[in-house]
């Protein structure tokens, strides 16, 4: 440094000196340095004491220091002693009135100078007495200012779904896509009952996941809230929801509440996103523990507080379904349930493992489990909702394919339309409420034969009792009309009672198909319209009017009583 000329060891030490201001006072620094240079010839002290590290100002400047060690030591001991009852360094004095405004007249007044207001200031933040100047009065401690609000374990349920950044598989389709994983999280104990990997957020997945949390574990007997986001598979959850507290809800008992978060608000579900770094992390495992299906890299983009950051995106020749079997994401809940983490409650950082804090009040709460048959049948709410029209003979049209209503035929009106939401699956329809949270209220059948072939679906739910008369009919080689069959149903017609009627004319059924010499379609046809004649006799002879049969009923009640 001493070998360069002046100049040089000028600019250098001026660049030290400002090289951490900004703005103003950058340059006024700058101009004043380079004035002082120009006009003496000389490198000012301040610069030469910053080349030897020294960058406070009133040294710089050959000022003495505003506070010296002593009155340093007293201002720290009267702070502290103020606050502690016991204590015999300083007057106690209530919390209100603990301001640093206090604290500088009494300085001023025991050391005989003008003390800087603001060097205290300074002070108590490098010394850390801001804790002691909050202390309150009589061992309370003040709730943060800002805080969620503390709930119980239980009480609220948070939903979403995360997207991974850095790894893409395939699909059913052999096409590249990112996995999402949605996750079902309780609030206050951190616990991660359930979670899951798809493509998309859609009712159908949900609903899958959904029946998954239910299964989980036992639940408490007391209100708890649900809360996923906007999504639109989410949605679909308030009808499931409803379902669910029709068949369990009981007074000051179980009840699940939706609490939807609010659109675009991602504070409304803080303690899940903040989970979801560690889940990013977890990728990289994933990446690691299938290195040799890696396919390739690209570079990809990640978007941070509207930034835009370039990354890696490693392709995995592997599936959803083979990532499921390997259960490498059921390992990343169980890691999570069962390490110690360190969580934000009430304001203050603590930590605690989830499944313990779980277990703990499982254990002291009254609870009860799912029956596993009646959350299979809440799956009918998964599947995508159009809205159609009942018309007021019971029929549905929906894609060019007429429907015939074939339970729940008493909720729609014979004389005008009724506006419902249907899902369609395989050749039938389910029909729901005309409402957000609209439960299911009936099925409809597809007309035989189809103009189009039926879809094809991995979900069997169990058939309607028309559709078990009509396999069973089917399986003794007749050709069914449903629209004809479904009218007989309404009549009465059930499945015991169609299978008396088939066993007492089955002889009779049997020498019409060896008389008639036609195509066996014709046949079933025939043997379909003899069944039918066959249950109107039956229905004509064995009818009793509703009004008739209670008052039956009712009279052999009294007679037994009166016996």
Not at 14 to 40: F, P, V
Not at 442 to 469: D, H, M, W
């Amino acid at each position: 440094m001493d070998r360069l000329p002046l100049d040089d060891q000028f600019l250098i030490l001026l660049h030290k000196k400002i090289m951490n201001k900004r703005g103003s006072a950058r340059r006024r620094a700058k101009k004043y340095y380079m004035d002082q240079y120009r006009k003496t010839g000389i490198i000012p002290e301040p610069l030469l004491l910053a080349g030897k590290g020294i960058m406070e100002g009133r040294r710089c400047s050959g000022r003495r220091r505003s506070i010296d060690e002593r009155m340093k030591h007293r201002f720290i001991e009267m702070v502290k002693a103020s606050s502690d009852p016991s204590s015999q360094g300083f007057i106690f004095i209530t919390q209100k009135a603990r301001t640093i405004k206090n604290y500088h007249r009494w300085l001023e007044e025991e050391f005989g100078r003008p003390i800087s207001l603001s060097a205290l200031r300074r002070l108590v933040k490098a010394e850390g007495l801001q804790r002691y100047l909050d202390q309150p009065d009589f061992g309370e401690e003040k709730p943060p200012k800002h805080c969620f609000k503390s709930e119980s374990v239980f009480d609220l349920i948070q939903v979403d779904g995360s997207a991974f950044r850095y790894l893409k598989v395939r699909d059913q389709n052999g096409m590249w896509r990112k996995p999402q994983v949605i996750e079902f999280y309780d609030t206050r104990s951190r616990y991660l009952f359930v979670l899951d990997i798809y493509f998309s957020e859609t009712s159908l997945n949900a609903v899958d996941l959904f029946e998954q949390f239910l299964l989980s574990t036992p639940f408490p007997r007391k209100k708890i809230r649900l809360r996923p986001d906007n999504a639109g598979g989410f949605l679909n959850l308030k009808r499931v929801i409803t379902a669910l507290n029709t068949e369990y809800s009981q007074p000051d008992g179980f009840y699940l509440e939706p609490d939807f978060a609010r659109a675009r608000t991602p504070r409304d579900k803080a303690h899940l996103e903040s989970s979801h770094r560690s889940l990013h992390h977890f990728e990289i495992r994933i990446i690691k523990a299938f290195a040799d299906r890696i396919v390739k890299t690209e570079p990809g983009y990640l978007f941070t507080n509207r930034k835009k950051e370039k990354i890696t995106v490693t392709f995995l020749d592997i599936g959803l379904h083979e990532l499921r079997q390997k259960r490498i994401i059921e390992a990343y809940r169980e890691e999570h349930n069962t390490t110690r983490h360190y969580f934000a409650h009430d304001g203050k950082t603590a930590s605690w493992v989830p499944a313990q804090n779980m277990a703990s009040f499982l254990d002291k709460a009254s609870t009860f489990s799912f029956d596993p048959s009646h959350v299979k049948a809440i799956m009918k709410y998964g599947f995508k909702k159009i809205k159609v029209t009942v018309s007021k003979k019971g029929t549905i049209t929906l894609n060019n394919q007429k429907y015939y209503v074939a339970v729940g035929a008493e909720h729609f009106s014979r004389h005008k339309g009724t506006p419902v939401y249907v899902s369609d699956l395989k050749d039938k329809l389910f029909i729901f409420e005309y409402k957000s949270d609209g439960m299911l209220i009936g099925e409809a059948l597809r007309q035989k034969p189809y103009e189009k072939p039926p879809k094809s679906s991995e979900l069997t739910f169990e058939a309607n009792e028309v559709e078990q008369i009509a396999a069973f009919l089917e399986q003794q080689n007749m050709v069914v009309e449903r629209a004809a069959l479904i009218e007989k149903h309404r009549k009465g017609l059930t499945l015991a009672v169609a299978e008396e009627i088939f066993n007492h004319n089955k002889t009779r059924y049997d020498g019409y198909a060896g008389k008639l010499m036609q195509s066996p379609k014709k046949i079933g046809t025939a043997l379909f319209n003899a069944f039918m004649l066959d249950c109107e006799r039956h229905q004509r002879r064995n009818h009793v009017a509703p009004y008739a049969s209670l008052w039956d009923r009712q009279h052999e009640t009294k007679r037994d009583v009166h016996q």
